[in-house]
């Protein structure tokens, strides 16, 4: 059942021939006749500043659903909704094919480089573990050497004594 349409001034409904409503910004309805009686641009409710619009079948959509009935508002706003979540599920749905076949493709590829790396270990003699270039004991011959080893004394080292190598 649509919400009943009457001026909040002076209460008439629609009859023939019927005055025309207008719609105020803030929200009230008002024939044609009172709104005449008022001031131009004030609500003659709540007298308020306010703007007015003409009730028609070509009025938007959006402020005609504010006079329909509560069950038309329901069935119009349930079919969209069905519409949207529809079409928003075919496009998760397709996202989710997507990236599952990307991922059958990367299990396959793991797969397969798995299986030559197994492959390639069968294949070769067992190497000995060799050392990095910079590893501890190579670091070690990179040091300096301590003077016992080069066979300089301690006092080599010092200008001012004389060494008693030499």
Request: charged residues 25%; glycine residues 4%.
């Amino acid at each position: 059942m649509a919400t009943p349409v009457f001026c909040n001034v002076c209460f008439c409904e629609p009859h023939q021939p019927t005055p025309r409503f207008n719609l105020t910004s803030c929200g009230h309805v008002i024939c044609e006749i009172c709104l005449q009686k008022g001031k131009k641009d004030e609500c003659l409710v709540c007298r308020t500043p306010c703007r007015t619009l003409v009730l028609s079948k070509q009025t938007n959509p959006d402020i005609q659903s504010l006079f329909m009935g509560i069950d038309t508002l329901c069935k119009k706003y349930s079919k969209e909704i069905t519409q949207i979540s529809e079409f928003q599920e075919k496009h998760r749905k397709h996202l989710l094919a997507y990236h599952r076949k990307k991922t059958v493709k990367l299990e396959e590829s793991l797969k397969k480089v798995t299986e030559q790396m197994h492959q390639l270990q069968c294949m070769k003699p067992p190497e000995k573990t060799t050392q990095l270039p910079f590893s501890s004991t190579s670091r070690n011959l990179l040091s300096i050497p301590s003077r016992k080893q080069n066979g300089y004394s301690s006092s080599s080292f010092h200008p001012g004594h004389p060494s008693t190598s030499e």
